[in-house]
């Protein structure tokens, strides 16, 4: 993995819109983002739409080179239209894109991000990064103990009609020259329990219980005086054992940042305090947390952390690390 120069990221979709509190300087604010993309009348047909997902548009810089993954795409075509057309973003930069796991809110917008990113390059295919396991359909189980099905990942025949090829791996590969790190299948090992609500279908037509999320995998980058960046889709694997692999990983090289969203809402309410200590041993400088992170866990990483080193995602905005 070569070491950046440092990294931009666009949050195309994320759950929380929040363009009036204070930012740290590594961050613009939403509001900042569409006045440079020419908004000159604040209405709401201008601002980006907040929704139940995620989507980050990761730029890698090395001296004048320029390296870009589309890191999932959010939970429906509408959504990333909108946000990309607002933030004046050309998804025609994207050279790769990555899927963090099997679930529709990080799913669903890719056929529309495809169509966008072939737009604006030429008509060529878009690399899809992703375990095949993520391809797999899935439930929730109810309080109730009833199902509730999840919308399934788009097939890899339609993902393919729409100029997307399929690069389906479960083991750890660097893309893009050595711009980007993709883990394979994440050890789990400590207290964490994944998403113990979650069932997935057999072959045989049966609902088995599916808690491990064994899909999901992370991506890195390392930005040279700093460490390594640390992008999580949901951490369903257990944002402590995700730390912990990077750091088995890559024992000489710092933990400097981490996005993305670390699932401590419903059903994991109950491990945040367990979960903020832990996080404490890893040195994180930079923490922008959101999409299923829940708004506890976001107090307690504050209260732990301090806002110099937290800061939540937001729609909209622009982070450079």
């Not at 799913?107 to 991000?113: C, D, H, M, N, P």
């Not at 889709?233 to 969203?261: M, Q, T």
Request: charged share 20%; aromatic share 6%.
């Amino acid at each position: 993995m070569r070491e950046l120069d440092g990294l931009t990221v666009h949050v195309l979709v994320d759950n929380v819109t929040d363009m009036l509190s204070s930012r740290p300087l590594h961050v613009t604010s939403e509001m900042r983002v569409l006045i440079e993309a020419g908004m000159a009348e604040m209405t709401g047909e201008a601002l980006c739409c907040a929704q139940h997902g995620l989507s980050l548009l990761v730029t890698a810089r090395l001296g004048a080179e320029r390296r870009t993954v589309l890191f999932d795409a959010g939970p429906d075509p509408y959504v990333i239209d909108r946000n990309v057309g607002r933030m004046g973003v050309d998804l025609g930069i994207v050279d790769a894109a990555v899927l963090s796991h099997g679930h529709f809110d990080h799913s669903e917008g890719l056929l529309k991000a495809a169509e966008l990113i072939r737009a604006g390059n030429g008509g060529k295919a878009v690399p899809l990064h992703v375990h095949p396991g993520a391809f797999v359909k899935r439930a929730l189980r109810l309080p109730t103990g009833n199902l509730l099905q999840l919308q399934d990942v788009p097939s890899r025949r339609a993902l393919e009609q729409g100029g997307i090829e399929v690069v389906a791996s479960d083991g750890r590969e660097e893309i893009l020259d050595g711009s980007f790190f993709l883990s394979g299948e994440i050890p789990r090992t400590s207290f964490e329990r994944g998403f113990d609500v979650q069932v997935r279908m057999t072959d045989a037509g049966e609902w088995e219980p599916d808690p491990l999320v064994m899909d999901e995998r992370f991506m890195l980058a390392h930005v040279k005086g700093k460490g390594l960046a640390i992008f999580t889709g949901c951490s369903h694997a257990g944002i402590v054992n995700i730390c912990a692999h990077v750091r088995e990983l890559f024992p000489d090289v710092p933990l400097y940042a981490l996005v993305g969203g670390l699932h401590l809402a419903f059903p994991n309410e109950d491990l945040i305090d367990q979960t903020v200590a832990e996080l404490q041993k890893f040195g994180l400088k930079t923490i922008i947390a959101g999409h299923c992170t829940g708004w506890r866990a976001m107090h307690a990483l504050v209260n732990a952390f301090g806002d110099g080193v937290v800061d939540p995602l937001a729609v909209g905005t622009r982070q450079e690390l």
